[in-house]
């Protein structure tokens, strides 16, 4: 059964069941909810979908490398879940069975994500590669690849599904000229 959003913007608590957490974005993250509904089948666990309302832009790392970065927003209100996300997480899930928990979140995606990770214990990460496009490339650009940032910054396994398959002979999606 799945369970509905939590507005409150706090996470699962440890103790709970076993606890895979997923980035969502927008629309494009129903394939990686598919994935992680699988995984989370197989291992028994629930999904934690985590959004990330991001109120910094990284500006550049110190020689020591340490980042700097800038708010963008003022945090007025509490974090939310779209509802459109929900309908996104919905159809991912499918008729897997798996249960899940919207958790709303605002600032930094990668420390967002591992303190949620943290929260509940998880299993796992799963997240989507980026969509190409110069929006998106700019994006990662400035404030570098959650995926990577992760792998490097936590202990738990991620699982990266990719968004937009490219041939061996095409330019990788941050090669091109962003008009994809």
Known sequence: MNAAPEQSGDAPR???????????????????IQTAAQYAKAFHATLTCVYVESTMLALGETP?????????????????????LTKVIEEG???????WKAVPRRGTPTVELHEVAEDVDA?????????????DSMREFINGSVATQLSHKQVRPIVVVPLCVVGHDDDLPWMGDGQS
Do not use: C, H, N, W
């Not at 020591?64 to 459109?84: K, N």
């Not at 899930?93 to 249960?99: E, F, L, R, Y």
């Not at 299993?123 to 929006?135: A, C, E, I, Q, S």
């Open 123 to 135: 299993l796992m990460f799963v997240l989507g590669t980026r969509k190409p496009g110069l929006r």
């Open 93 to 99: 899930v499918g008729t897997t069975g798996v249960t």
């Open 64 to 84: 020591q490398g340490s980042l700097y970065a800038a708010g963008l927003a003022a945090e007025i209100d509490e974090p939310f879940f779209p509802d459109d």
């Open 14 to 32: 440890s103790g709970e069941a076993r606890q895979i957490v997923v980035g969502v974005v927008d629309e494009r993250s129903r394939t990686v």
